[in-house]
């Protein structure tokens, strides 16, 4: 079986009141359209299209470095919204003659899981009928369509919401609006739909009503998981789906082996990779590519992002981007690493401490209240509180280099370009202009050598 896809996100989403198109809305950090194209490579499409109407200049932005399914994946635009038959028909060009089973879905549905659009096309060949619908058994109609079917129990029809009857609107058989569809009769019969309903649009459903005319086999995969069918067309529903895309994550996550103190206060993207024997404290955001190693301790109320954390590391009420900590590291209350920050193993940074484009060396203890940019940082330097690095000079930020097992006192202004040698030292309020020989004593503003010091001193 050749398997194709069609995900449809044309539509306005005039419900969301929003500039940004619908389906590029951020469900736990990523646009949803993302996870209904995860959705369908997965169940090994050989060609997806994407049918993109309202905003499809930001959509295509969006995909213009949409790496992961280069080779398969393409923008088709339905200039003028006709109703999701029309839409479908948009990807007729790209499609026909290539693949003899299409798959219809939406990139509003987020939460819509691999797994059933698997069952769905595993029952469609099966069973090798023409269409292979996907329904619900729901009380909250959500507004979607009945399913309508006959004593033996075969689909007959759907009936939308806004047009059944009292007796229809009792069903609780609902119309998720994915199918699978014999891909030569599809092509051949959207030509044949007529323009229905208050819209005058063209519907896909109306293929189901096609079908039974001509006593075409027509098959369901019946969910009774209603949170899995949540279309997103309001700022609620976004809401929604965000909580239980969250759950899932923060699920699979506890089930690998980490502990989340409060998984509803804490919030992990599905890029997130966390090591065993982990905890996470409340009120921690984990995003990005975000690597975590093994016996850590997060949070709480720390934000990470993009960032490779080694084992053993603590991280007390913090602010990370782009950094890395290697093994054993403790950092905070109210740290902050900032775009290139490395601390080596064995690393203490204390509360209300910054730390960007940075190496900080091995062992090395940087007191509170600091700032530390542009740094080349040795082995089991003692950074004294409220020292700062003046990296900027107003045109370009400059480099400091410090030596192994140097020791910066407290409230030391480091004028970049500068270099402090190995086993240096610098008195409290020191504002250092020039560079400090190893085993030397600068101290006052502008700091001068005052002596070298004794081994060990």
Known sequence: MKLAAVILAAGQGTRMKSKLPKVLHPVVGKPMVYYALDA????????????????????????????????????????????????????????????NTIVVTYADMPLLKTETLAKLVALHASSRSTITMLTVMSDDTMAFGRILRDASQRVVGIVEESEATPEQLAINELNCGVYCFDAAWMWAHLTELKPTGKKNEY?????????????????????????????????????????????????????????????GTTYIEATVEIGADTIIEPNTHLRGTTRIGENCRIGPNTIIRNSTIGDNCTILSSD????????????????????GAHLARNVYMGNYGEVKNSYIGEGSLIGHFSYIGDTQMGKRV???????????????????????????????????????????????????????PADALAVGSPARVIRKLANGE
Do not use: W
């Open 382 to 436: 003692n950074i004294g509180a409220g020292t700062i690095t003046c990296n900027f000079d107003g045109k370009q930020k400059n480099r400091t280099v410090i030596g192994d097992d140097a020791f910066i006192g407290s409230d030391t202004m480091l004028v970049a370009p500068v270099t402090i040698g190995a086993r240096a030292r610098t008195g409290a309020g020191a504002v250092v202009n020039k560079d400090v």
């Open 320 to 339: 990370l981007s782009d950094a890395m900590l290697e093994e054993n590291v403790r950092i905070g209350p109210s740290a902050r690493l900032r775009s």
């Open 40 to 99: 369908v490579s997965a169940i090994g499409v050989e060609q997806i299209a994407l049918v993109i109407g309202h905003g499809a200049d930001q959509v295509r932005s969006v995909f213009s470095n949409f790496q992961p399914l280069t080779s398969n994946f393409q923008l088709v635009e339905q200039t003028e919204q006709r109703g999701t038959g029309h839409a479908v028909l948009q990807a007729r060009d790209l499609l026909q003659n290539k693949a």
């Open 203 to 263: 519907y896909l459903t109306d293929l189901v009503a096609l079908a039974v005319a001509e006593h075409c086999q027509i098959e369901a995969v019946v969910s009774k998981d209603v949170g899995e069918m949540i279309g997103v067309n309001t700022r609620v529903q976004l809401a929604q789906a965000e909580r239980v895309m969250r759950e899932r994550i923060n699920t699979t996550v506890m089930l690998a082996g980490v502990t989340l103190i409060d998984p």
